[in-house]
Nanobody, 122 residues
Framework: QLQLVESGGGLVQSGGSLRLSCAAS????????VGWFRQAPGKEREGVSC????????YYTDSVKGRFTLSRDNAKNTVYLQMNSLKPEDTAVYYC???????????????WGQGTQVTVSS
């Protein structure tokens, strides 16, 4: 079965940058749509950025457009989320996911990583 492991989270100051990584094993990630989701305490898990298996359709939620970039490295079976100009409101647990969905919503994703904490201080 497909397994996903996130890394790269941590504590940064407002305006800083982080790059999250999601390493896949057990199956090629390029067979799936992939996405990054985040969940803050007391909030619903929301889609941050998602991309189709063919790389033909990419989505970013409005609050991160121009700051975050999703990318794949098929040779490494890894997906990344480059996060720049971080804000305190970006603080959340970030999850990598893979699935069959065509939209950036949890219902379209079947495989999930364990999550990595991102904390942005002001």
């Amino acid at each position: 079965q497909l397994q996903l492991v996130e890394s790269g989270g941590g504590l940064v100051q407002s305006g800083g940058s982080l790059r999250l990584s999601c390493a896949a094993s057990g199956f090629p990630l390029n067979y799936y749509a992939v996405g990054w989701f985040r969940q803050a305490p007391g909030k619903e898990r929301e889609g941050v950025s998602c991309i189709s298996h063919s790389n033909s359709n990419t989505y970013y939620t409005d609050s991160v457009k121009g700051r975050f970039t999703l990318s794949r490295d098929n040779a490494k079976n890894t997906v990344y989320l480059q996060m720049n100009s971080l804000k305190p409101e970006d603080t959340a647990v970030y999850y990598c996911a893979a699935g069959s969905g065509y939209i950036c919503h949890t219902s379209g994703y079947q495989y999930w990583g364990q999550g990595t904490q991102v904390t942005v201080s002001s």
